[in-house]
């Protein structure tokens, strides 16, 4: 019986010895999977910044593509006439001019301009010379 008594007592101190020591090794585990999912977490983090970066990026070209597109494209059928340039002779008839640009939701020529439809497209031309000052895209 004493020496079961002895033994228990080495248990105990055992015990009493290791306990701090087992809760130290969890709570290093703990700080350590702590760590490990911070890191992941900022991973994820920079990866979801790249992603929105490129986004970014693609959507900035596609726009920039899309005004380029634009600005290079010209009115009419063929889309060949640009500002600068002159109106063809065909488009000097009076079955083109558009009289009511209100109802076209267009400006107001200035003084010696008028608008002038060409396909879908209109083009401010000068009255006396043909040259177009402006252009506006239909479609």
């Known amino acids: ?41 900022d991973r994820r983090d920079a990866r979801e910044e790249r992603r929105e970066d490129r986004r970014d990026a693609r959507d900035d070209r596609r726009d920039e593509r899309r005004d380029n597109q634009a600005r290079n494209r010209g009115a009419g059928p063929r889309h060949d006439l640009h500002r600068g340039q002159r109106l063809p002779s065909n488009y000097n008839n009076r079955h083109y001019v558009v009289d009511n640009w209100r109802s076209h939701r267009l400006s107001a020529p200035p003084r010696g301009h008028h608008w002038v439809q060409v396909g879908n497209d209109y083009v401010l031309a000068a009255v006396a010379t043909g040259l177009i000052a402006s252009i506006f895209l239909g479609n």
């Open 1 to 41: 019986m004493k020496k079961n008594m002895i033994a228990r007592a080495m248990i105990a101190v055992m015990l009493a010895v290791s306990l701090p020591a087992i809760a130290q090794d969890r709570s290093y585990q703990q700080d350590r999977r702590e760590y490990r999912n911070e890191q992941r977490e």
